[in-house]
C-alpha cells in the first residue's frame, strides 16, 4: 500500500504546485487580483487552457488563461502579432457593420504592457477575456446550431477581406498543404517510429485510394482562380461561441491566423459541424455527415460571403469538406504513427479513432456528393 499512496501523494503535490503557478501567471496580468478558483477548460489538442474566477478591488473577475504550446507555435511573438492585427480591424469593422452579430475575441495586456508573459521557465502564457453567456458544442445538435456556426464564421471571413497592411505572418508553414501532410504520412509510415503500421493497412490503402483528389485547392491558389486570404484555419465548431438563445456570439481560437484559402475553413467548419458523432467516437456505425446540417451551415455561410467569394470557390464549395476532413484524418493517422506527439491525447489509440472518424465522413460525404453539389449551386441562385 506504502508505494501507492507514495504515488498519489505526488499527485497531489503537483496538483498543487500547478494551481500555485497559475495563480502567479494570473497576478502577472492582474497584479491586484486574489485568485479563488481556477479551472482546466478542454476541448483543445494543442493548448492549455484555464478559467480563473478572483475578486480585484472588491468586485469578481473571469478570464481565461492560456499557456501557449511554442512546440506547436515556435514563434509565439509572431502568433500575437497576428492576433493583435485582426482584433484591431474586427473591432473596427464590427462598428461599421451593424448587421454583424459576432463581438472581437479581446485580449489583455500583462503588467509590463505586452499581450504575453514569459514565465522563468521561459514558457509563454496570455489572458483572454471570459466571454460571459457562452456554450459551445463539439457537433451541431439542431440546424440553428449549424446555420449560426456557419454565419459566424462567414461574417468573421467576410469582415477581413479587406483587413489592410499585407498578408500576415505565416506561423506554422504549409498547415493546410494536403499534399505535403499526405507525403508526412507516407513518412510517418515509412520510419513506423511507435511500432504501429503493420496495424493501419486499411487506413493506408483508404488514403492511397484518394490521393488524386488532393490538389485542386493548391491548384485554384497557383493559378489565381482561388485568392488567398485572411483565414482562420481552425473553424471547429466549438471555436463558435453561441449565447443562450443559440445564436452567434463569438469566434475563438485565432492562433492559426494565417494567410489561406477561405475552402479550407468552411470545409473544417463542414467536417465538425455535420458530424453526427464525437471526434473520437468508438462506435463508427453512429458517425455520418448529417446533410440537414450541411444545407443549414452552408446557408449561413453563404448569405455573409456570398459577394466575396470567387467563381472557384463557389464551385468547389461542395466539395471542400470532404477534401479537409480527409487532410485532418490524415494528420490524426500519421500522429499515430509518429507516437502521439503532436495532438494531445487521453488513451491508447486515441489519434487513430480520431482518424477512422475522419475517414468515415469521407465515405458519408461521398455517399451524398449529388446532394451536397445541389445544395451549393442552389444558395448562389437565390
Same mark, same amino acid.
Given at each position: 500500500?506504502?508505494?501507492?499512496?507514495?504515488?498519489?501523494?505526488?499527485?497531489?503535490?503537483?496538483?498543487?504546485?500547478?494551481?500555485? =503557478?497559475?495563480?502567479?501567471?494570473?497576478?502577472?496580468?492582474?497584479?491586484?487580483?486574489?485568485?479563488?478558483?481556477?479551472?482546466?477548460?478542454?476541448?483543445?489538442?494543442? #493548448?492549455?487552457?484555464?478559467?480563473?474566477?478572483?475578486?480585484?478591488?472588491? *468586485?469578481?473577475?473571469?478570464?481565461?488563461?492560456?499557456?501557449?504550446?511554442?512546440?506547436?507555435?515556435?514563434?509565439?511573438?509572431?502568433?500575437?502579432?497576428?492576433?493583435?492585427?485582426?482584433?484591431?480591424?474586427? +473591432?473596427?469593422?464590427?462598428?461599421?457593420?451593424?448587421?454583424?452579430?459576432?463581438?472581437?475575441?479581446?485580449?489583455?495586456?500583462?503588467? &509590463?504592457?505586452?499581450?504575453?508573459?514569459?514565465?522563468?521557465?521561459?514558457?509563454?502564457?496570455?489572458?483572454?477575456?471570459?466571454?460571459?453567456?457562452?456554450?459551445?458544442? &463539439?457537433?451541431?445538435?439542431?440546424?440553428?446550431?449549424?446555420?449560426?456556426?456557419?454565419?459566424?464564421?462567414?461574417?468573421?471571413?467576410?469582415?477581413?477581406?479587406?483587413?489592410?497592411?499585407?498578408?500576415?505572418?505565416?506561423?506554422?508553414?504549409?498547415?493546410? &498543404?494536403?499534399?505535403?501532410?499526405?507525403?508526412?504520412?507516407?513518412?510517418?509510415?515509412?520510419?513506423?517510429?511507435?511500432? *504501429?503500421?503493420?496495424?493501419?493497412?486499411?487506413?493506408?490503402?483508404?488514403?492511397?485510394?484518394?490521393?488524386?483528389?488532393? #490538389?485542386?485547392?493548391?491548384?485554384?491558389?497557383?493559378?489565381?482562380?482561388?485568392?488567398?486570404?485572411?483565414?482562420?484555419?481552425?473553424?471547429?465548431?466549438?471555436?463558435?461561441?453561441?449565447?443562450? #438563445?443559440?445564436?452567434?456570439?463569438?469566434?475563438?481560437?485565432?492562433?492559426?491566423?494565417?494567410?489561406?484559402?477561405?475552402?479550407?475553413?468552411?470545409?473544417?467548419?463542414?467536417?465538425?459541424?455535420? =458530424?453526427?458523432?464525437?471526434?473520437?467516437?468508438?462506435?463508427?456505425? +453512429?458517425?455520418?455527415?448529417?446533410?440537414?446540417?450541411?444545407?443549414?451551415?452552408?446557408?449561413?455561410?453563404?448569405?455573409?460571403?456570398?459577394?466575396?467569394?470567387?467563381?472557384?470557390?463557389?464551385?468547389?464549395?461542395?466539395?471542400?469538406?470532404?477534401?479537409?476532413?480527409?487532410?485532418?484524418?490524415?494528420?490524426?493517422?500519421?500522429?499515430?504513427?509518429?507516437?502521439?506527439?503532436?495532438?494531445?491525447?487521453?488513451?491508447?489509440?486515441?489519434?487513430?479513432?480520431?482518424? *477512422?472518424?475522419?475517414?468515415?465522413?469521407?465515405?458519408?460525404?461521398?455517399?451524398?456528393?449529388?446532394?451536397?453539389? =445541389?445544395?451549393?449551386?442552389?444558395?448562389?441562385?437565390?
Amino acid at each position: 500500500m506504502r508505494p501507492l499512496y507514495a504515488k498519489m501523494n505526488n499527485m497531489f503535490l503537483m496538483s498543487e504546485i500547478l494551481k500555485w =503557478r497559475l495563480k502567479s501567471v494570473a497576478t502577472q496580468f492582474e497584479p491586484a487580483l486574489k485568485v479563488e478558483e481556477v479551472t482546466r477548460l478542454k476541448g483543445g489538442h494543442i #493548448n492549455s487552457t484555464y478559467h480563473v474566477r478572483g475578486m480585484i478591488n472588491g *468586485r469578481y473577475d473571469d478570464f481565461v488563461l492560456q499557456r501557449l504550446n511554442t512546440s506547436v507555435f515556435t514563434e509565439p511573438g509572431k502568433v500575437m502579432d497576428n492576433i493583435r492585427r485582426v482584433s484591431t480591424h474586427l +473591432k473596427k469593422k464590427i462598428r461599421e457593420n451593424k448587421n454583424v452579430r459576432i463581438i472581437p475575441l479581446e485580449f489583455r495586456p500583462a503588467s &509590463d504592457g505586452r499581450y504575453f508573459f514569459i514565465d522563468d521557465k521561459g514558457e509563454f502564457w496570455r489572458v483572454m477575456e471570459y466571454v460571459k453567456g457562452g456554450f459551445s458544442v &463539439d457537433h451541431a445538435e439542431n440546424v440553428t446550431q449549424a446555420y449560426e456556426t456557419g454565419k459566424a464564421f462567414g461574417e468573421f471571413q467576410y469582415l477581413l477581406s479587406d483587413i489592410p497592411g499585407g498578408p500576415l505572418a505565416i506561423t506554422i508553414p504549409r498547415f493546410h &498543404d494536403t499534399a505535403f501532410r499526405f507525403e508526412q504520412l507516407e513518412e510517418a509510415f515509412k520510419n513506423d517510429a511507435a511500432g *504501429r503500421a503493420a496495424s493501419i493497412k486499411k487506413e493506408m490503402d483508404f488514403c492511397y485510394a484518394r490521393k488524386d483528389s488532393i #490538389n485542386c485547392v493548391l491548384d485554384g491558389i497557383k493559378d489565381g482562380s482561388i485568392p488567398e486570404r485572411v483565414t482562420h484555419n481552425d473553424t471547429k465548431i466549438n471555436n463558435v461561441l453561441l449565447d443562450a #438563445n443559440g445564436k452567434r456570439l463569438c469566434v475563438i481560437d485565432y492562433d492559426t491566423l494565417m494567410p489561406g484559402s477561405s475552402l479550407y475553413d468552411v470545409g473544417d467548419c463542414v467536417r465538425s459541424t455535420t =458530424r453526427t458523432g464525437d471526434e473520437d467516437e468508438r462506435d463508427l456505425d +453512429k458517425i455520418r455527415m448529417d446533410i440537414s446540417l450541411f444545407e443549414g451551415l452552408v446557408r449561413g455561410y453563404v448569405s455573409a460571403t456570398k459577394d466575396v467569394l470567387s467563381e472557384r470557390e463557389k464551385e468547389l464549395l461542395y466539395f471542400c469538406g470532404n477534401l479537409i476532413t480527409f487532410e485532418i484524418g490524415i494528420r490524426f493517422l500519421a500522429d499515430h504513427l509518429n507516437g502521439d506527439v503532436y495532438f494531445q491525447t487521453e488513451r491508447e489509440n486515441h489519434n487513430l479513432d480520431r482518424a *477512422r472518424v475522419q475517414f468515415k465522413m469521407v465515405e458519408s460525404m461521398e455517399e451524398q456528393e449529388d446532394e451536397m453539389r =445541389r445544395i451549393v449551386d442552389g444558395l448562389f441562385k437565390e
